[in-house]
T-cell receptor
């Protein structure tokens, strides 16, 4: 399989602060997704970003596929940003194709 | 956006009974759906890949006879936990994949919390 490592495991911020979450993966990928799991357990799609840079409001993401990492940036954080952020990848070859491999997530807590 | 629903959102049952969980893609067709299990404070663990019209592919260590999967249409997959026991209590999440050329993105249902007494 593909190993996916996320850092930091926990992040505590005050409202208004900026943060960067990192995702390293062990093999070439053809799919990389970032998710936010809210307190009720729902995974919300943030970005589909196998390569390049995307922005959506206060969130942006960059994937450098050749160096096997992706970054998720959260600017001007709000209390509603709290939750777990997951990175998940799908490989190109054999058994790694057709399924997502998840990291352990980053638990983000934003205080007012 | 792509919406995936799950029903029920939570269920409590007695040990030995069977529980069926439905996963539907509401605004798109999905030839492939996935079933995950998540324990508290942990990541998602893939249980099986469900392909429309064919048998599911189970991950190593997942009991096929315990977790029955049926993907009868392009918008519906079901997971039946047979003869449930307390150790089957968990949060079960399904996802459906949109596949178009090289575009390949999964969308997740809201999850089903199963408690077996």
């Amino acid at each position: 399989g593909i190993q996916v490592e996320q850092s930091p495991p926990d992040l505590i911020l005050q409202e208004g602060a900026n943060s960067t979450l990192r995702c390293n993966f062990s093999d070439s990928v053809n799919n990389l997704q970032w998710f936010h799991q809210n307190p009720w357990g729902q995974l919300i799609n943030l970005f589909y970003i196998p390569s390049g840079t995307k922005q959506n409001g206060r969130l942006s993401a960059t994937t450098v596929a050749t160096e096997r990492y992706s970054l998720l940036y959260i600017s001007s954080s709000q209390t509603t940003d709290s939750g777990v952020y997951f990175c998940a990848v799908e490989g190109w070859r054999g058994s790694t194709l057709g399924r997502l491999y998840f990291g352990r997530g980053t638990q983000l807590t934003v205080w007012p | 956006g792509a919406v995936v629903s799950q029903h029920p959102s939570w269920v409590i049952c007695k040990s030995g009974t069977s529980v069926k969980i439905e996963c539907r893609s509401l605004d798109f067709q999905a030839t492939t759906m996935f079933w995950y299990r998540q324990f508290p404070k942990q990541s998602l663990m893939l249980m099986a890949t469900s392909n429309e019209g064919s048998k599911a592919t189970y991950e190593q260590g997942v009991e096929k006879d315990k977790f029955l999967i049926n993907h009868a249409s392009l918008t519906l997959s079901t997971l039946t936990v047979t003869s449930a026991h307390p150790e089957d209590s968990s949060f079960y999440i399904c996802s459906a994949r949109i596949l178009a050329g090289i575009y390949n993105e999964q969308f997740f249902g809201p999850g089903t919390r199963l408690t077996v007494l």
